[in-house]
């Protein structure tokens, strides 16, 4: 069975239903994602739960680590044990920060962040950190300078949105980082309700336009069967069906 490039954000409400879940989706997807909230509720057990649910997935632990560099150092080292395949970090914390995590951390892919998927243009604004007058073309060269800056510090995948991703396929292509991984989050199949997301695409428009990996959380997990959610979703990106 071919698994889909699909990250399933296991923000459960307890650990029996993290396992369960896991366990659903892991024959038909590549990864599995341990969030914040789950994480500060559960600790590692949680990353426990998740890989005896799908023994054969990525861990994704999703910690968006936020510092300075001393700071995010010590916190991926202190994760080490659980040995994730991928950690987030925010790509604003800058080169330093983000060269501290893959320094800690090198047997793990560290995941830059660039433009959470909640945030509108205006929000950036109100927050000063995009100009007045600001749109989408300036959103996407915000998320540009920030991935292109944190893979140069040693960040070995993205997260940005699906509307951002070929611009910063291209702009990583131009500076020779061919290899590194583009996360989407603010997946919804066709007609899943949007919940707190903002930019989004389907799944296969989010891989035509050039990513990697998926990341899918309620459309699967709140579904009455996720391990046919996960299913369907992965017939339909394998199948260009969607």
């Known amino acids: 069975m071919t698994v889909a490039p699909v990250a399933v954000a296991l923000d459960a409400p307890d650990l029996t239903t993290l396992e369960r879940w896991a366990c659903a989706v892991g024959p038909y997807v590549s ?16 990353v426990t ?10 861990l994704f632990l999703d910690l968006k680590l936020h510092d300075i ?15 994730p395949d991928l950690l987030t970090v925010h790509a604003s914390g800058g080169a330093a920060m983000i060269s501290a995590a893959a ?11 660039t433009v959470l998927t909640s945030l509108t243009v205006d929000d950036l604004g109100a927050m000063g950190l995009l100009p007045n007058g600001a749109d989408a ?7 540009v300078r920030l991935a292109v800056e944190a893979t140069g510090a ?6 940005c949105s699906p509307e ?5 396929r291209a702009a990583l292509a131009a500076n020779g980082r061919d290899g590194v991984v583009l996360i989407t989050p603010g997946v919804r199949p066709a007609g899943a309700a949007l919940g707190d997301q903002r930019r989004v695409a389907t799944p296969r428009e989010a891989l035509d336009r050039g ?15 996720p391990g046919a959610a996960a299913a369907a979703i992965a017939a339909e990106i394998t199948h260009g069906d969607v």
């Open 31 to 46: 990864t599995v994602k341990v969030g914040l909230e789950t994480y500060l509720r559960d600790g590692a057990q949680a």
């Open 49 to 58: 739960a998740a890989r005896r649910g799908a023994p054969n997935a990525e």
């Open 69 to 83: 560099p001393a700071t995010v150092a010590g916190a991926a080292h202190a994760v080490s044990a659980l040995r």
């Open 103 to 113: 320094e800690a951390l090198p047997d793990t892919r560290i995941v830059a962040v």
């Open 137 to 143: 073309p300036d959103v996407r060269a915000l998320a």
């Open 154 to 159: 040693g960040a070995g995948a993205v997260v």
């Open 164 to 168: 951002e991703v070929g611009d910063i």
């Open 211 to 225: 990513a990697d990996l998926l990341v899918i959380g309620r459309p699967i997990t709140g579904a009455p069967d």
